[in-house]
Structure formats: C-alpha cells, structure tokens
C-alpha cells in the first residue's frame, strides 16, 4: 500500500524559506512520477511543481525560480524547497504520486495528508 507523509511546514515570514519533504512507501515498482501542490481555503487544488521518473521537472508560473523540486530516491523521499516566500504561498500543501505523469493536473492515485505553510509577517 502506497503512503505519502508530507512535513516541514510551518509559519515563516514573507521572503524566507521552507523545505518541505514527502517520505513515500510502497510502491510497487519504486519508478513513480510525483508532484507538490497547494490548496488555500475557499480556492481549488493546485499545481506546484512535478518531477517526472526521468527528473524532468515543471513548474507553476507562479512559483518558477522560487521553489524546486528534487527526488531522493535512496531515501524515498520527495523534496519542496521554497525561497522568497510571499504571503500568496501560504496553503496546504500536498504531495503525490502515480506511476502514470500527469503533471501538474490533479488526477495522481496517491495523496498526503499535508502539511501546512503559512507565510506571513
């Protein structure tokens, strides 16, 4: 059974950084496509960054040359580093999983509980 358990978040002021990371178990053939994205109340899910089995990575506009996403795969591990924060990135954030790449489209199998970011002074 896939797990996804995200952490890192937390409160942090505007132009700081975060690191979030996902530690995900179980997949079956441990060649998985991921992604991060970020849901704030009242606004629906979105995508943050994918990174594809080959390393390939995409980004949202709103977020290029702030956040990057990496892949540990001795670790199983997804990664999340965000710098220049603004008070706009502040959601609940999610990783994901799928062995199909869906990118930045919300349709992955597999969900983290989330961890939360919130970026204000």
């Known amino acids: 059974q896939v797990q996804l358990v995200e952490s890192g978040g937390g409160s942090v002021q505007p132009g700081g950084s975060l690191t979030l990371s996902c530690a995900h178990f179980?997949?079956?053939?441990?060649?998985?496509?991921m992604a991060w994205f970020r849901q704030a109340p009242g606004k629906e899910r979105e995508g943050v960054a994918a990174i594809s089995v080959d390393r390939t990575t995409r980004y949202a506009e709103s977020v290029k040359g702030r956040f990057t996403i990496s892949q540990d795969n001795a670790k199983n591990t997804l990664y999340l580093e965000m710098s220049s924060l603004k008070p706009e990135d502040t959601a609940m954030y999610y990783c994901?999983?799928?062995?199909?790449?869906?990118?930045?489209?919300?349709?992955?199998?597999?969900w983290g509980q989330g961890t939360q970011v919130t970026v204000s002074s």
């Open positions: 179980g997949y079956p053939d441990g060649r998985n496509c």
């Open positions: 994901a999983a799928d062995n199909r790449q869906w990118w930045l489209l919300p349709m992955y199998n597999y």
